[in-house]
């Protein structure tokens, strides 16, 4: 990644909780500066304190980027203090879910680049994965520029419209929730048939994990997967007649989780 651009001018990072932490770490680690980074956080880490950024410290004035990881709440107090960077020269990039493009443009201008993005949780380990989209200012180098800095806490995908990214959020961005409470439901499930709950929490964790990894990694589909490992009439093929249930199983539950988080992320997203 080449970040002369940056290092030249700058990155603000606004807040730094876990997940602007995560992106850091990344950063760092692929050779970017720690001196041209700016943290504003009102209650910055101790890990953030070591690691060389100028923390809450007076702003350059044309950053080549500012980087917004606040919670949706605290949006409305912290933008209006970087409304002076805004009319163009300095991109913003957003990861705070449920605040719209257009709430940008209202304090920033319409002339300034903005690229919205939603990545997810396993960005902390560097397995996440985002999806962004820019408002009409924000041209192609832009959009590269964004897709680096992110490419740092996992993939990156861009998306067409905006009215997407509700969806993209109750697939990517509330899913990994999901697949939690799934291994927490797995495991106790193995639980009431005999296992020791400490044993059944490792089998489902690795078995999770396992799946995940062979379903991105393999060529074939998640669905010829299932059916790979689908001997008839065997154990696999009992579970999956109950999971696989059209009224009662995963289709059915699974469409109703990912239209509750997206019905709510668009209610976030009027405010």
């Known amino acids: 990644m080449d970040f002369s651009t940056i290092a030249e001018r700058g990155l603000v990072l606004l807040g730094c909780g876990k997940m602007g932490s995560a992106m850091l770490a990344g950063w760092l680690q692929r050779g ?104 009409e200012t924000a041209g192609p180098d832009d959009l590269d520029l964004a897709e680096a800095l992110l490419s740092a806490v996992g993939q990156v995908v861009r998306i067409e419209d905006e009215a997407q990214m509700d969806a993209v959020t109750g697939v990517s961005g509330s899913g990994p929730a999901y697949v ?3 291994i927490e439901t797995l495991a106790a499930a193995g639980a009431a048939q005999g296992l020791p709950a400490d044993l059944a929490m490792r089998l489902a964790k690795a078995t999770v994990a396992g799946a995940g990894a062979l379903a991105e990694a393999a060529e074939a589909d998640p669905a010829q997967l299932r059916v790979n490992v689908t001997s008839p009439n065997g154990t696999t093929q009992a579970a999956l007649e109950v999971l696989m249930d059209e009224a009662n199983g995963f289709p059915a539950l699974l469409d109703r989780a990912v239209a509750a988080a997206t019905a709510r992320s668009r209610e976030l997203s009027r405010g």
């Open 32 to 135: 970017l500066p720690a001196a041209s980074v700016w943290v504003i956080d009102p209650q910055p880490s101790d890990w953030v304190m070591a690691q060389g950024v100028r923390v809450n410290a007076p702003l350059p004035e044309r950053p080549a980027i500012v980087l917004v990881a606040v919670k949706p709440q605290m949006m409305g107090a912290a933008l209006p203090a970087l409304a002076a960077m805004g009319g163009g020269g300095t991109l913003f990039v957003s990861v705070a879910a449920g605040t719209p493009i257009a709430a940008f443009e209202a304090v920033l201008g319409k002339g300034t680049p903005i690229v919205r993005a939603m990545p997810n949780t396993p960005a902390a380990i560097g397995r996440g994965i985002t999806a962004l989209i820019g408002n």
């Open 180 to 182: 939690f409470h799934l």
